[in-house]
């Protein structure tokens, strides 16, 4: 069965510094791995997807993720933490079937 | 584009009750998907549909919960009676042809459901 696990429920990163959220996947076929936002009271953003294409993904709002197929994860980073970037975020992969299986998400507070 | 359109965004009901949640998807889009969302469980797929047929019902808690889409612009999930347990945020999302798994799927705002 494929699925993600995120690593820590919550993350508090000062203004300005790295945010970096962790996210393994298990799968046993090349796996479709995404990052989306919620911001509060809000619907879920995508941020990024991987698609095999390359395994360094840039995304929205100056994230990005590595897959590391070795490692099985595909974490997310920004180099400078914004006010802004205060939001849960959620790692998910894509089953076969085309559903999204979600992990239990990280919650991001930033501190000025 | 408007985005996937749900209403309402907020409902507070008794139990009991029969709640219909709505969602207009992105048009041209042939998937909707229905999740529910809870501090306990997470974000959990509820019901898909393709091209307005259910495909995937196997998420759908219990016989008190249905969807259905009538058209390509509508669905709706209802529950009843509603019970306090079912209380939640209800997403719904749509995506285009999904040919591959890589698709991305655009959410709505959520129905954050209170029933007391």
């Known amino acids: 069965a494929q699925s993600v696990t995120q690593l820590g429920s919550h993350v508090s990163v000062s203004e300005g510094a790295l945010v970096l959220l962790r996210c393994n996947y298990s799968?046993?076929?090349?796996?479709?791995l995404f990052w989306y936002v919620q911001y509060p009271n809000q619907g879920l953003q995508l941020l990024l997807k991987?698609?095999?294409?390359?395994?360094l993904v840039k995304g929205i709002n100056g994230f990005e993720a590595e897959f590391k197929k070795s490692e099985t994860s595909f974490h997310l980073t920004k180099p400078s933490a914004h006010m802004s970037d205060a939001a849960e975020y959620f790692c998910?992969?894509?089953?076969?079937?085309?559903?999204?299986?979600f992990g239990a998400g990280t919650t991001v507070t930033v501190r000025a | 584009d408007a985005g996937v359109i749900q209403s309402p965004r907020h409902e507070v009901t008794e139990m009991g009750q029969e709640v219909t949640l709505r969602c207009k998807p992105i048009?041209?889009?042939?998937?909707l998907f229905w999740y529910r969302q809870t501090m306990m469980r997470g974000l959990e797929l509820l019901i898909y549909?393709?091209?307005?047929?259910?495909?995937?019902d196997s998420g759908m808690p219990e016989d008190r919960f249905s969807a259905k889409m009538p058209n390509a612009s509508f669905s709706t999930l209802k529950i009843q009676p509603s019970e306090p347990r079912d209380s939640a945020v209800y997403f719904c999302?749509?995506?285009?042809?999904?040919?591959?798994?890589?698709?991305?799927?655009?959410f709505g705002p959520g129905t954050r459901l209170l029933v007391l």
């Open positions: 999302a749509s995506s285009p042809a999904l040919s591959t798994p890589r698709e991305t799927q655009y």
């Open positions: 799968s046993s076929v090349p796996p479709y």
């Open positions: 991987y698609t095999s294409a390359a395994t």
């Open positions: 998910a992969v894509s089953r076969v079937d085309y559903k999204l299986s």
């Open positions: 048009s041209g889009h042939d998937y």
């Open positions: 549909f393709n091209n307005n047929v259910p495909i995937d």
